[in-house]
């Protein structure tokens, strides 16, 4: 268990860096508008909220991460070996993304995989930015607040309807006797349906159905920020409407966007229902991956490594996208 | 002229399959539901029926993991809310240096897939619970895992709803009060969770949901229990049935009742306060008569 | 029952900053003292210090006598209005002014008792289940006074209460503030930055600068008798002459002004060869000729009639003008704008103070 052990050992470490770093600030000069945390708070309140927020930022957050993240460190054994000697640290899982570790040859299905799940998700979220740009333009810029409240009413509403029963819907519609292909063949453009699922528009569609709303809040409330009258000043200076969104609509909703897309993207990459109940047969969705590991082939440390690539590759992605757009992650994420 | 009714007609339509898009699906969802065929469809409409609500009244498993979804809903309410206040708090006082860090930590699970936290946490209680017989048997429950799970995530939500208001607290408010005696924990109960109270309120509400609906954390924390959400996706994982339609007509239902009831409050609240300015402005004349 | 109030080389720092500096004070018990400074001068600064939310870098506050070191804001005998009045918004008039008495422990029949007496002495009677979005800006006041005035406090502190009132409600409720205090018989500690206020409300005031205090005296010594420069230019309108002291002898001066040799009272005991400032307020100002020493001549720039007096701008030394206030029947005629004006001065209300630091204009 020592190994596991080290888990601990790095949030230990953090608390120790905060309790220096407010001691160092206390030294810093005489403040006297200074209270310390307890005087402010009363002792019992204050120890309540302390612990209320070590146990979910310890218990709830890091240490779980840092758990997978050691297990995945480990290789497959029975719970009565664990812990044993054969419980060595070992990179065989990560290895095993790359190379098959049955024959040896390179893993070709998984690697396509992941890099599918990563250009599809990028691509729903480009799609779904160019989708609500306008509408979240529209109702920030010009529409009158009863309009508003409206279009937001109705924004909300199909988001009560969880996440399963609204791929439900869009597999009715799709399906070969869904009403799309009905009407394709009403109207005689094919005699056949068309296998919307089984060649992937259903996923595509899914995913972007599912993140519609995550991605028009931020923009909307980026750009409802904006004076109207930098818009109406380029307008009077001549400046074409795609010019005014080029120069000074879209430079001012970056934090916006940048929130929007990391969002929808994390989403994308890491959803089960839309690759699972849209998307065909021969489908390899990275996620749906990982959990095969974990429900199929009970290997929790093979599959905590590829959930550690995943992890990963959303936070290169986070981090591509705050250079890109150059916002700090608190004017991303309010 | 024209080219200027040209973009509203162009921005109408685009409004118009905007809208299509978002609401088609549910609707044709929806008729399906009264709709008397097995094989959900839309059209042709052969006869109305209301037995598809019965089937799913009927429907055990789903019953149950309504049950389960609601337990697990109000647990995460219970846990998420006051981590999400004290959260907050901490952010308010905590020193500017130490703040990011502490951003980081606590926004970390919103950049997290849910799949990762639903795994991570499965891994982590497994032997932390584990750990003694009697927490073992006692904790290691799907119904505590998903509480734990999805509050990891939820309590971020809380946090940034209250923090969206308390950044609005007016510090004076404090200081008069403790001013005129009262102790620190005195100020916390009569003046700032008062002015707190929309904010848990939303934040409660936003956290039941988001629990309710949870399907990624949910589907490894859950283990062998099952929620509303898990029996649904195996459902749909099987096959088709217009019960499932019917459930999200109910689910349509409601939230729309919600909306509406909520829009109600809120136009009965600004009455009151346009009220009240009106009598402050007429007070006003009335002093400045005298003065 | 009231106390008086004692600073003790109070100095107050954030970080490198000195917001007030030795501060040496007696406030005596049921006074009403004003703190008197142009914006950022640190007056909030010493009202939070004697009220208990900052804690002075050095030096010491008393309240009655008893050092307050340690003692925090909801143990002292104060109570502070607020510069906002931060007033609750979510609790009822009455619940308002009786907080303090519920945080005691009272009960609600005493309370209810004791927010009946308050309503009726701010003239607000039956009006305690209203909520304060309903009330005026005067009652808001009011009600603010009511609340900390309801848990009996030794000293009362006031923090630019009236800045956001309208401006004849403002002179109203200078009236009325003055009229409670000497009811109650308190000790007031009131900050403003308006000197109308402090001067028509004050038993005393402190002219502060720049976290200094610069002057301890009743209104009119303040106005009349000024002990530096600051405090001069600050109080009411003034016309300063800079110059060097060519003689003192008895208690005046005569100092070298571009304007020639000037006569003036000479408080300081400044001594041949100091730089001075000669002061003359435009009241005391004359057009016409009068004895060498206290007669001087410059162009005439404009006039402004208002009703009751002109105020005749004539070019001064530096940037500022020289301002000369001629009554209704002042006589002498004001001469052409462009023309020399010949000015004078009863020397016994020139004042020739040591060079210092100006208030802002
Ligand atoms: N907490 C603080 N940290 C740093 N500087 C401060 C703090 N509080 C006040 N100051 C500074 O101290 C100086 C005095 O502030 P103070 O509020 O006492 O002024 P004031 O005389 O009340 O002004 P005003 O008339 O504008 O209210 C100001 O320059 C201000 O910037
Ligand atoms: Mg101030």
Redesign the interface.
Known sequence: MSSRALAFLVPAIVILAFWLMSRWEARQGHDPTHKSFFERNGTVLGIAFVGLVAFWTLFLVTLPYLYMVVESFHPRLPPAKRGGPEDIATIAQYTSFFVNPTDGAWNTTHMYAFVYTIVVSAAVTFINLCICYPLAYYMAQSGTTQKVRLLMLGLIVPYWVNEILRAFSIRLLLASKGLINQGLMGIGITDAPIDFLGNNTGMWVGLSYANLLIMIFPLYNAIESLDKNQIEAARDLGAPWWKIHRDVVIPYAKPGIASGCTMVFMLAAGSLAAPLFLGGPRTLWFTSIVYDFFFQAFNWPRGSAYAFILLAACIAFVMFMLRLFKVKLGEAIR | MTSGTVMKGMLGFYIFLFFLYLFGPLMVMGVTAFNTPSYPQAVPFESFTLDWFVKLWNHRAMMEGLVNSIIIGLGVVVLSVPIGLAASIIMNQIYHRARSLFYLVTISPLLTPGVIIGISTVIFWKDAFGLTEFTKDTFYKGIILSILGQSSFVAAYCLLIIMARLTRFDRAQEEAALDLGATYPQVFWHILLPFLKPALFSAGVIAFLSSFENYNTTTFAILADKTLVTVLAGEVRQGTTPALSALAVIIIGLSLAGAVIYEVLKRREEAAASAMKERARLAERGELELA | MSAGVELDGVT?????FTAVNNANLNIKGGEFFSFLGPSGCGKTTILR?V?G?????AGHVRIGGQDMAGI????RP???I???L???P?MSVADNIT??L???GLSRADRDKRATELLELIALPGQGQK?V???????KQRVAIA??L??EPQVLLLDEPLSAL?L??R??MRNELRAIQQRVGITFIYITHDQGEALTMSDRIAVMSDGVIEQVADGKSVYDSPETAFVASFVGENNPFPGKVASASGDSAIIETPFGKLRGLNPKKLKAGDNAILFVRPESLKLGKGPDGSTFATPVLNAAFEGNMTHVFMKGAGKKNITVTVGRHGGTAIPASGENGTVHYDPALGLVLPEGKMARE
């Open positions: 107050v720092r954030f970080g490198n210090t009220s939310f900052l804690d002075p870098s925090g804001p909801n143990k104060t109570a502070l607020f510069q906002n931060a007033l609750f979510l907080y303090g519920r945080v005691r909520l979005s309903e009330l005026s800006g005067g009652q609340r900390a309801a848990v309208d004849k409600l002179q109203h």
